[in-house]
């Protein structure tokens, strides 16, 4: 049985594993890695509680090529790991988006390069994310700031992954996956199933048009379906040397996602008229939003999806503020994303707090940095 | 069902060059699944990267071409997902024995129901030439110009070591032996490893003074020695030397319980 509606006190990570269960995952693989390990140990005994399968694979390759095996199955699968684990799956997450295969990674974040600080937090992964594999492709990425998001997340990364056909991340990290907090599992949550080839059903996943996002041809229903990494065309002729049909498929796997940028991204404004707007995600959120709270010359624009970049919201904040202040802990990555939106959008002054080590940014060292600024 | 109702016309020309082995195995496979009686729409067909692993996307049914080396880790996902499907994986030595080497000697050990059948031509043939862990000792590749100084990988006896259930090999001249080895792997669960010695008479033969493919054939088949025994490691065969012998034969045939009767069958999911 999935998790009843009702409140819990759980952690991060088994907050993730009960919303992965509730959002329909049937099939999980794993590899222990710090600080994710606990979903893969909750998935073993949950998964088999609720007719699914879990496996412990050899490595993080080999989990990832099995989710995807799996999802050709129809099974909605997902895998969670943290930095080293993550490295090694690119590959196949830039295969994936290719073959259009919907699987969730869970990435619990944790300090690197390298093994670096394996219980400890970071937003290290941030461009590794979009541009780690090879090619141009779009994910769709979610940055969860509480135990409670990351509940909500997960199963929004399952929604989004079947409506669109794409890999999907829960960038979450080690403060928040290792977190303890109140969650309140609502009565009503809303699933999408992939649109399935051969099926006909009412459902709102059929609102993406069919030659952005093709219906799914299930493995084992006669479709005859061949699943290649190879440019291909709509018929799964397999075309590597043909120009066009490479610029259409992977045009079209962008567009996909970029267009429907809309409907994917999530966010949260606190004082959207204050004169400094800090712009941050997941636990580097915390002193900002801290901040925010007590000062009105202060506001927040926390991002809840970090991939396709929600331009939107970045740039309404922008086009309002005097100046923004990006809040991350690593040396600088989507800063320079939002830096380009909002110095486009005519806001003059973007500047970077950028905190690695582990220990996200205190209310303390945000107030400390706006005064440098000389904006409090 | 006819040979041509198998293959999935409308991919055709083929990749594989004139004399390839490839062909021949396809048939030989044909012939086996044939036999058994199975259906297309049950079966998915997996593979990685290489000429062996274009097959499957010839073949008339579900199929996935995955990176390179990870198609067991694939299939492995897909047969737990829906276990009432048949998974074959087609493969080559490159794609099994070097990059894929891992989900190999895993997949043996953890006895999914898996066929995966290796086509094992000694070369890297699609990007050239270049030695692979099977190009025997001594022999010229577009990387070893002055001849491999590594010693070839023995995959069946890699496979046998690490607890295939059913593990064979045989050369693209044994044909009969060959279809009923893959028709033996069919019918049996577990994980089972068939071997295919097979010639790439552009990229292997070209170089090693054997162009013509037929000059291949013979060479298999003069250096092939049986060893139809039903056995774990043995000192003698574990080199697979095509300078000296290949050893063919069923090298071993037991019925461990696979990963799915050990866990007492799986989820199963039509529709969600």
Redesign the interface.
């Known amino acids: 049985m999935p998790i009843k509606p009702g409140e819990y006190f759980l952690q991060g990570n088994e907050a993730c594993t009960e919303a992965s269960i509730v959002a329909?995952l049937?099939?999980f693989?794993g590899y222990p890695i710090t600080p994710s390990t606990e979903i893969a140990e909750g998935l073993s005994s949950r998964l088999p509680q609720t007719?699914?399968?879990f496996?412990q694979?050899?490595?993080e390759?080999?989990?990832v090529?099995?989710?995807?095996?799996?999802?050709?199955?129809?099974?909605?699968?997902m895998t969670a790991t943290s930095g080293p684990g993550f490295s090694l799956m690119q590959?196949?997450v830039g295969?994936a988006a290719m073959?259009e295969t919907p699987i969730v990674i869970v990435n619990v974040m944790r300090g690197g390069p390298s093994t670096g600080q394996p219980t400890r937090a970071s937003q290290g992964d941030v461009m590794a994310t979009k541009y780690g594999s090879h090619g141009d492709y779009q994910v769709i990425a979610f940055a969860p700031a509480s135990v409670q998001e990351m509940f909500d997340l997960t199963v929004k990364a399952f929604n989004y992954s079947e409506k669109y056909r794409v890999p999907t991340f829960v960038l979450s990290d080690a403060e928040i996956g290792h977190m303890r907090g109140l969650l309140t599992v609502p009565k009503d949550i809303k699933i999408v199933?992939r649109k399935e080839k051969g099926?006909r059903r009412a459902d709102e996943a059929y609102d993406v048009p069919d030659d952005l996002v093709p219906a799914f041809?299930t493995?084992?229903?006669?479709?005859?379906?061949?699943?290649?990494?190879?440019t291909h065309t709509p018929?799964a002729?397999?075309e590597p040397e043909d120009p066009k049909v490479h610029q259409e498929l992977v045009g079209r796997l962008n567009d996909k996602i970029s267009a429907n940028r809309r409907d994917i991204n999530k966010w949260e404004v606190i004082g959207p008229d204050s004169k400094t707007m800090i712009v941050s995600y997941g636990s580097a959120s915390f002193g900002g939003r801290e901040v925010a709270a007590r000062d009105d010359r202060v506001g927040l624009l926390r991002l809840k999806s970090l991939w396709p970049l929600p331009v939107e919201p970045i740039r309404e904040v922008a086009e309002k503020c005097e100046q923004l202040l990006v809040c991350e802990m690593n040396l600088g990555q989507l800063f320079w994303e939002i830096k380009r939106v909002a110095l486009e959008a005519g806001c003059k002054r973007v500047e970077l707090l950028a905190k690695i080590g582990g220990a996200p940014p205190t209310p303390g060292e945000v107030r400390h940095k706006l005064r440098e600024m000389g904006v409090i | 069902m006819e040979l041509f109702d198998f293959y999935?016309q409308?991919?055709w020309p083929h990749v594989f060059c004139p004399g390839c082995g490839n062909g021949t195995v396809m048939n030989c496979f044909f012939r086996a699944f044939n036999e058994m009686g199975w259906k297309?729409?049950?079966t998915?067909f997996?593979s990685g990267i290489g000429c062996s692993s274009r097959i499957?996307?010839y073949i008339?049914?579900?199929?996935?071409?995955?990176?390179h080396g990870?198609a067991i880790?694939?299939?492995?996902?897909?047969?737990?997902?829906?276990p009432?499907?048949d998974v074959v994986v087609f493969t080559g030595d490159g794609d099994l024995g070097a990059i894929g080497g891992?989900?190999f000697i895993?997949g043996c050990r953890r006895n999914v129901d898996l066929d995966v059948i290796c086509i094992n031509n000694n070369i890297y043939g699609m990007t050239g030439g270049q030695a692979s862990v099977t190009t025997p000792h001594d022999y010229i590749s577009t990387t070893t110009p002055f001849g491999s100084k590594e010693y070839p990988f023995d995959l069946a006896e890699l496979a046998v070591a690490a607890g295939a259930n059913y593990v064979a090999r045989w050369t693209t001249r044994h044909v009969h032996e060959l279809t009923k080895s893959i028709k033996r792997s069919l019918e049996k669960k577990g994980f089972n490893f068939v071997e295919v010695v097979s010639q790439c008479p552009t990229n292997f033969g070209r170089r090693n003074k054997m162009a013509d493919p037929s000059a291949l054939l013979d060479w298999f088949k003069e250096s092939s020695v049986r060893r139809d025994k039903v056995r774990a490691a043995a000192i003698d065969h574990v080199d697979l030397n095509l300078a000296g012998q290949i050893t063919t034969g069923e090298f071993v045939c037991r019925d461990r319980e696979c990963y799915h009767e050990k866990k007492g069958g799986?989820?199963?999911?039509d529709?969600?």
């Open positions: 329909g049937k099939f693989a007719n699914g399968e496996i694979m050899e490595d390759i080999a989990c090529s099995a989710i995807i095996g799996a999802s050709w199955g129809g099974a909605k699968s590959e196949a295969y073959t199933n099926v041809p493995f084992g229903k006669g479709h005859k379906a061949t699943v290649t990494g190879i018929k002729r397999v | 999935d409308d991919r297309l729409d049950n998915v997996v499957p996307l008339n049914s579900d199929a996935i071409h995955t990176t990870r880790a694939v299939a492995t996902g897909l047969k737990l997902s829906r009432e499907l891992n989900h895993n799986g989820a199963h999911r529709g969600h």
